[in-house]
């Protein structure tokens, strides 16, 4: 910190604005966004494993006992529309496959294509 020129009624000094900022106290996370934040890692996971597979395979991702197939659904629906890449996925019983081929027995569309 240097002074510059004397003021009469000021007194004017440089500052770093390295000095000005400060931390803000994180918030922690409640257990249920822990677990939200996990869950859609691993979904990521496997969605980058569902990538680097060829068309004629596919990912197969099974329920644990106390998970709901509508959460996992809306999960894994919100995150391939945030990071699109050209796969499917289908449900089968408690298990959802993701793959870039088309998944026999489903429609036959990608989840954004026109009717």
Known sequence: MSQLARYKHLMVKKVSLDMLRTE????????????????????RAAINEAA????????????KEGQKMPTLRAALTRILNAEPRD?????????????????PGGRGRRKNAPR
């Open 52 to 63: 680097a597979l060829p068309a004629s395979e596919a990912v197969a991702i099974e329920l």
């Open 87 to 103: 796969l499917r996925f289908g449900i089968r019983g408690q298990t959802i496959y993701i793959s870039k081929g088309d998944i």
């Open 24 to 43: 803000k106290p994180g918030r922690e996370l409640s257990p249920r966004q822990r677990a939200t934040l996990e869950r859609d890692r691993e979904l």
